[in-house]
């Protein structure tokens, strides 16, 4: 019966790779709202902009001529703060990309060493019932 040596490892290792798979997962998913979120904030403060020059064609209150444009300039400082969280976001995700190559790598690793192992294992087996089959034929001979 083979047993393989480091197959507890190998099974720590199995495990790293599904936790780091999730956190990548949740990190992705994470990114995708932050975009979502920038993509938004662009969206409203493109509206706001083509609805301040609509009313700057009209005789208005310019008081909300200015309510306008402080409203988009707060959008703008949103918009930078919110890249600023995709960039984040997207470095994070490099970083746990990059980990779960690692960690899949020495996962691989080990599954070819245990290859390895396990096929030398059966070279041994198969050469001791040939050494085996060998004696049996020899001593059946002698006997005769």
């Not at 930078?80 to 899949?104: D, G, P, W, Y």
Request: charged share 35%; glycine share 0%; hydrophobic share 30%.
């Amino acid at each position: 019966m083979y047993r393989f040596k480091l197959e507890p490892l190998l099974k720590h290792r199995r495990h790293l790779e599904n936790v780091s798979k999730k956190e990548l997962a949740n990190s992705e998913r994470q990114l995708a709202d932050e975009r979502a979120k920038l993509r938004r904030l662009k969206e409203k403060k493109h509206y706001s902009t083509q609805e301040m020059q609509a009313i700057q064609n009209r005789p208005i209150n310019v008081s909300l001529i200015i309510l306008s444009v402080n409203y988009i300039r707060q959008l703008s400082k949103r918009i930078e703060k919110q890249a600023t969280c995709v960039h984040e976001a997207t470095r994070k995700v490099n970083q746990q990309r990059a980990e779960l190559l690692k960690i899949t790598k020495n996962r691989k690793t080990l599954e070819k060493l245990k290859e390895k192992d396990q096929k030398a294992h059966q070279q041994k087996m198969l050469q001791n019932e040939c050494k085996l089959m060998d004696e049996a034929a020899f001593t059946r001979y002698r006997n005769r």
